[in-house]
């Protein structure tokens, strides 16, 4: 069974950095692309980023492109969300999700097999 582990969350002033780890576990990590949602309270879950299998492309909203970075390393079955320059409304609970669906930006979250447990970010002004 594939399990996936988020850590790294917490609170930050705006503009620090924060990065959030994925570990995933019960499978081979290549298989799958991973991607980053997040979710506000009151608000639906929204996609943040993806990396294909290789690590060799992702993928952003326009929200955080130029301020975040999602990263892989398959010798460690992590994968990983680097947050810099943040904002207030950047606040809220993190996924990190995994899918062995082939495709070039895997952005929704029906196209996810899996899920982890979630993280919380929040920044203060």
């Known amino acids: 069974q594939v399990q996936l582990v988020e850590s790294g969350g917490g609170l930050v002033q705006a503009g620090g950095s924060l990065r959030l780890s994925c570990a995933v576990s019960?499978?081979?990590?290549?298989?799958?692309?991973m991607g980053w949602f997040r979710q506000a309270p009151g608000k639906e879950r929204k996609f943040v980023a993806t990396i294909n299998r290789s690590g060799s492309g992702t993928y952003y909203t326009d929200l955080v492109k130029g301020r975040f970075i999602i990263s892989r390393d398959n010798t460690k079955n992590t994968a990983y969300l680097q947050m810099n320059s943040l904002k207030p409304e950047d606040t809220a609970a993190y996924y990190c999700a995994a899918t062995y669906y082939i495709g070039s930006i895997i952005s929704g979250l029906s196209e996810y097999n899996y899920w982890g447990q979630g993280t919380q970010v929040t920044v203060s002004s």
């Open positions: 019960g499978s081979t990590f290549s298989n799958y692309a």
